[in-house]
């Protein structure tokens, strides 16, 4: 199993933001997190990546538990981050050669990582610009890039497709297919059209919890109104 | 590193800062006046202008990362965060030891007017990257604990002025007449400028080294655990 995560909790002041979350991913899956704003998606992705730290349960990434050894979890996963943070004033180029060898890559070994993550998200027309001049489909392309330059085998990716055009959205989840072949990939996403193009199974977040994990046909078959109408029932809307 | 080198920002405080010392060593320091071969009255001032330009060198180091997001990128990567916090500690110190290396026309001045202790120079050029090493550990570690580059600096700023003006007349000549002698003497330990003052000279205490070592560990610490507190969320 690539990626475990058991009994995870997280809590801002009084506010439960994940609570006692469980499940895993392996190989060839492609794991949709579903769930309205607040719904302690990104809260979940950003424990599993190793930013926050859970108040309770544990991340296993290829059986290392992220809070005990960060350094050498955080090495295996490819995280893109909410909001697609980059740093502006660098080119794409630069910012993926940084994170090739910050992630390890051998400084004199760094092109050939950088242009075939840079040939994977499509960013070759723009990787001599400054990010801070790309459009936010290219930006989010060179995030994307970002979380592949060191071929990790599994990939956290928190709204993929956000900012992009139908075209760009489609050429990404045909990526996101290939790389799935041999790797464990979590996406969050609002998009219930995306879970239904590219996951293997979608797991349901309602107000920190697991509220529904199958496949996303099974999860469609039990509500009339199909995904949607399972959105609908399990879930609350927005929690503050 | 590479932020400082494709940002002007670094570029300008760098000039900001060798053109202030050029002119607070021949203004307020009357340089030719004073008749000397040596650069007393360059290293007089760098104390004061350190406290300043040292947290604006250091105050992008976390406050952008946290205001960007760039934090969550920067403390995801498989990397401690001692050495986050080491990596960007040198990039900084780097451009002050520039700034500092690039006044070397100063020293080969002297040496044409003429014929200065050049150890003891060499000697005050040391001390005072120390010192800047240590200036640059408030700037860090107020950045950590602030979003906002500005509050950050004028955290860092206050901070570094309180490490500076322990060691004033005033200050002490106050705290004597107050609290006694001893206290006083333990005031002035603590003051970067009564550390410097010896290095100024050319004398290298081996206390004083010690002083800004330690400044320097124990701000970056803080930093260290400000950064690390983020991860609370």
Redesign the interface.
Known sequence: MILQVEGLR?R?GRRIAVDAISFDVDAGEVVGLLGPNGAGKT?TM?MI?????PDEGSVKVFGIDVARD??????R?G?L?E?N??????TPL?FLR??AE???VEPKNVRGPVMRAAQAANIGAALTKPIDTLSKGFRRRVGLA?ALVHDPMLLVLDEPTDGLDPNQRQAVRVLIGELARERAILISTHSLEEVSAICTRAILIDRGRVVADDTPEALANRYPDGLEGAFRALTKGEAA | M??YA??PTAYVFVAVLVAALGMFTFQAGRFFELGRADLSAFFAFHPWLFMIFMPAIAMRLWAEEAR??????L??????TWALVAGKFLAAWAVAALALALTFPLWITVNILGHPDNAAIAAGYFVSLLMAGGYLAIGSAMSAVSASQVVALVLAVAVAFVFTAAGTPLVLNFVNGWAGAQTASMIADLSALNHFEGAARGVVEIRSLFYFLTLIAMFLSFTALAVEAR???
Do not use: H
């Open positions: 997280k801002f809260t950003r990546a190793g930013y926050f730290e960060r350094v050498r979890a955080a090495a996963i995280y981050p909001g943070p980059l740093y502006e004033e660098m630069a940084f994170v910050a992630r390890g970002a | 590479l932020a494709t940002t960007s997001g760039a934090l969550e990128t403390l995801t990567l498989p990397m401690p991860r609370e969320g």
